[in-house]
Nanobody
Framework: EVQLVESGGGLLQAGGSLRLSCAASGFTFDDYAIGWFRQAPGKEREGVSCISASDGSAVYADSVEGRVTISRDNTKNTVNLQMNSLKPEDTAVYYC????????????????WGQGTQVTVSS
């Protein structure tokens, strides 16, 4: 059974840092790109970052570029999202998702999703 489990969310003040983790199981982790998405109340889900399977190349949304770093540990089947200089507009439920091979800009390509973890940033 494919499973993605997010952790690390919480409540913090603006300017703070947080590290989200995505633990994967049930599939060949090394063959899949992992993406992070978020959905704020009343807004559509948006892509935050993604790390590809083979070369570990990463992409970031403009809104988080320079504040967020994605990394993967294929020995532990985990992907981490280090978030710094957090802003109130980063408040959202954060999801990780898997797609085969390389990152895609279309979330429809991501077939497996976690349940999400809440990040709340107060001003």
């Amino acid at each position: 059974e494919v499973q993605l489990v997010e952790s690390g969310g919480g409540l913090l003040q603006a300017g703070g840092s947080l590290r989200l983790s995505c633990a994967a199981s049930g599939f060949t982790f090394d063959d899949y790109a992992i993406g992070w998405f978020r959905q704020a109340p009343g807004k559509e889900r948006e892509g935050v970052s993604c790390i590809s399977a083979s070369d570990g190349s990463a992409v970031y949304a403009d809104s988080v570029e320079g504040r967020v770093t994605i990394s993967r540990d294929n020995t532990k089947n985990t992907v981490n999202l280090q978030m710094n200089s957090l802003k109130p507009e980063d408040t959202a439920v954060y999801y990780c998702a898997a797609t085969a091979g390389y990152c895609s800009s279309w979330e429809g390509d991501f077939g497996s999703w976690g349940q999400g973890t809440q990040v709340t940033v107060s001003s």
